[in-house]
């Protein structure tokens, strides 16, 4: 069976939003990414909808706070039912339930309706080390993190088949957690650190693409050892120095979304500087072996991270922007194919 596969140089979002009516969220990723849209989190409206409110959605023992921080009662917590976390009902996944029903609605009254749906999942590393953070001891904090999440993984699958059977699938796993895997007190070794990853993506199908977002620098070897299809990371975060890795990673089929346009500082006018960026990182990526070729032509183009503290029309900038690049970057995949007669 031929794998599902991704439009070359799509534009796509990270998924958190800085407007809080759901409406207006999913308006705002159909008009600007409508190559692969992708289901908002909007924590203005509700601070559950942060990445950690969505990790403990209806467990036991668990708040989430109106800044998104939590707190956990353990004992409740090691006795709650994880098999909740297959309801994706409450106010946690609002944002999702609303881009899924926009997107039935699309297709159903137009022919050119999405084929291609992006969504993301609070990853189990991540989870876990908020867990342990709020006092879960670790032999406790990663297998729950990991079986809730396998449980909320399973309920995304069951969206799907639902409700989602002819269009493609793409789910990112949303790992900041894995920024400290290099750190010496990380309390999981990195084949372990790769088993619990690796598990919940095996939770979806054939039928849909997995990838893994990571917002700083990491152990990127590691982390494509997981197996996701596609990996997510600002320009910045040291991915265009694991040639080798990555290499084996794009000969495989694998993709990078590249988070070109930065998300913590003042944009600039024009894409030139994000262009000669990313540009510059190709090349160091093709002087230690990766295909040219395969750099571009499998490459999605986003924001660095999530947008939740931008207003609407900061976001429709950053946009804007990526867009721009996102254009270049066809042309040149284009170029590139006909020169190798692809």
């Not at 320009?235 to 070109?260: I, K, N, P, T």
Request: net charge negative; aromatic share 6%.
């Amino acid at each position: 069976m031929t794998r599902p596969t991704l439009p070359v140089g799509a534009a796509t979002g990270i998924g958190s939003l800085g407007v809080a009516d759901h409406a207006e969220a999913c308006s705002f990723v159909f008009d600007h990414t409508p190559a692969l849209p992708a289901a908002p989190s909007l924590p203005q409206a509700d601070p559950s909808e942060s990445i950690i409110g969505q990790a403990a959605a209806g467990l036991a023992g668990t708040r989430v706070s109106d800044d998104g921080a939590l707190a956990v009662d353990t004992a409740a917590l090691l006795e709650s039912d994880i098999q909740v976390a297959r309801s994706l009902d409450g106010p946690e996944y609002a944002g999702m339930r609303a881009f899924v029903d926009a997107a039935v609605a699309r297709r159903a009254s137009s022919d050119d309706g999405p084929s291609r749906l992006k969504f993301q999942l609070t990853g189990p590393v991540t989870f876990g080390l908020a867990l342990a953070g709020e006092g879960v001891p670790i032999a406790k904090a990663f297998p729950l993190a990991g079986a809730v999440v396998r449980e909320r993984a399973a309920a995304f699958a069951g969206l799907f088949r639902e409700r989602l059977a002819d269009v493609t699938p793409v789910v990112f796993l949303d790992e900041p957690g894995l920024t400290s895997m290099t750190h010496p007190g990380f309390p999981l070794a990195p084949s372990d650190t790769v088993a619990l990853v690796r598990s919940v993506l095996d939770v979806f199908d054939t039928e849909t693409l997995t990838g893994i977002h990571c917002c700083g620098s990491t152990d990127w070897a590691a982390v494509i050892a997981a197996g996701s299809d596609v990996l997510s990371t600002p320009l910045d975060c040291g991915l265009g120095f694991a040639g080798e890795e990555l290499s084996r990673f794009l000969q495989r089929g694998g993709w990078v979304a590249w988070g070109a346009v930065p998300t913590d500082r003042p944009l600039g006018t024009t894409i030139d500087r994000y262009w000669q960026s990313l540009s510059a990182v190709w090349g160091r990526l093709a002087e230690s072996g990766c295909d040219p070729v395969l750099l571009r032509t499998q490459a999605l183009v986003t924001p660095a991270c999530g947008l939740a503290g931008y207003q609407a029309s900061q976001s429709a900038r950053v946009f804007q922007l990526v867009n721009a690049i996102a254009d270049r970057l066809r042309s040149q995949a284009v170029g590139l194919r006909l020169q190798v007669g692809a």
